[in-house]
């Protein structure tokens, strides 16, 4: 599906689903960034509720809701390439292994978003 960001453009989405319930976005100002693997970082939104969506199927592989709030979709004019993701500071060096790890989401400080922000700003300058 290559027009998914085409479809994001046109409000064709409206939240995003998940395997399991992520609270730790519900409603905290927190961001869904999604990542392309031919393209890198394409684009986050920020998430307002996390609910178990009703008209899923109980045998739905992806029955929660990650719903967006109204025009937080920021879809990045250039996106951001593994080679970029892999320098986030971190005291561990877990982005280091973006591309080889099998978890569905990953956790950026404040700080963290900053520097990839500040990064992505100094590249299309």
Do not use: A
Not at 16 to 36: A, C, Q, R, S, V
Not at 41 to 65: A, F, G, N, Q, T
Not at 98 to 108: E, P, Q, R, V, Y
């Amino acid at each position: 599906p290559e027009d998914y960001l085409q479809e994001f453009k046109n409000s064709e989405w409206i939240d995003w689903h998940t395997p399991k319930m992520y609270n730790e976005l519900d409603g905290k100002g927190k961001k869904l960034i999604l990542y392309d693997k031919y393209r890198g970082l394409v684009l986050e939104v920020e998430i307002e509720k996390v609910r178990k969506d009703s008209k899923r199927s109980h045998d739905d592989p992806y029955p929660w809701s990650n719903k967006f709030v109204k025009n937080s979709l920021k879809i990045y004019s250039k996106p951001i390439p593994l080679s970029m993701i892999k320098k986030i500071p971190d005291k561990n060096d877990k982005f280091f292994n973006f591309d080889k790890c099998s978890t569905s989401h990953w956790n950026l400080t404040r700080e963290q978003y900053g520097w990839l922000m500040n990064k992505q700003n100094e590249k299309i300058c």
